[in-house]
């Protein structure tokens, strides 16, 4: 069956430091990645997604940036990191081309950024 | 490009009566639409879809959806409402050819003893 891990759960960081944050998928090749950013009140931002590996979309220009080193690997990362980065960042994945096949989403990561 | 509303902020119901959350779409054609429910702190798990066929859909923990192209809607409903329903519910809408989703703000149901 397939999974999918996101770590760390929770990170704490001061204005200006870097982040990294992972999301691994198991079970399933050449998956559609997608990082996601849920802020406090609101909705699902769509931040970047992927079709496969070196390929990323970004749907917000921002401090973020998204890589795919791996087939079943997607990282975001930012050189430093806002106050307005702060919030819940979710990792989902799906296969193919169309949107109808649904979204598996990982456990979150809760960012503050101090 | 697809968006969808969801009017509902916060919704707060009794628990054993009726639930309906409102979403809303736009889209030129005949969107793929999504619930999906989102416990305090974890990842969004998927109630139903609605892809063609019967306007009515069945999901998981009793859970309905029906589509209304008329009305650019596709409202979920329950008919009695446990306490472990309580959650933030979000309309999701894709389209063909295009693994691209985007997501309503959410509605955050209580539920009261």
């Known amino acids: 069956s397939q999974t999918i891990h996101q770590w760390p759960a929770t990170l704490v960081q001061p204005v200006g430091s870097p982040l990294s944050l992972e999301c691994t998928v198991e079970?399933?090749?050449?998956?559609?990645l997608y990082w996601y950013r849920q802020a406090a009140g609101r909705g699902l931002q769509l931040l970047f997604y992927?079709?496969?590996?070196?390929?990323i979309s970004s749907e917000v220009p921002q401090n973020l940036s998204a890589s795919r080193p791996q087939d079943r690997q997607f990282i975001l990362s930012s050189k430093k990191l806002l106050l307005s980065d702060s919030g819940f960042y979710l990792c989902?994945?799906?296969?193919?081309?169309?949107?109808?096949?649904?979204?598996?989403f990982g456990p979150g990561t809760r960012l503050t950024v101090l | 490009a697809q968006s969808v509303t969801q009017p509902d902020i916060h919704i707060t119901v009794s628990e054993g009566a009726s639930l309906e959350l409102r979403c809303n779409y736009s889209?030129?054609?005949?969107?793929?639409l999504f619930w999906y429910v989102q416990s305090p702190g974890q990842g969004l798990q998927l109630l139903l879809k609605y892809f063609s066929g019967d306007t009515l859909v069945q999901g998981i923990k009793g859970f309905e959806a029906e589509f209304k192209r008329s009305q650019s809607s596709f409202n979920l409903r329950k008919p009695s409402v446990h306490w472990s329903d309580a959650a933030e519910y979000f309309c999701a809408v894709g389209v063909y050819n295009n693994n691209d989703m985007r997501f309503g703000a959410g509605t955050r149901l209580t539920v009261k003893p």
């Open positions: 889209y030129g054609a005949t969107p793929y």
């Open positions: 079970g399933t090749s050449n998956p559609n």
């Open positions: 992927s079709v496969g590996i070196g390929q």
């Open positions: 989902a994945w799906s296969v193919g081309t169309s949107s109808y096949n649904e979204q598996f």
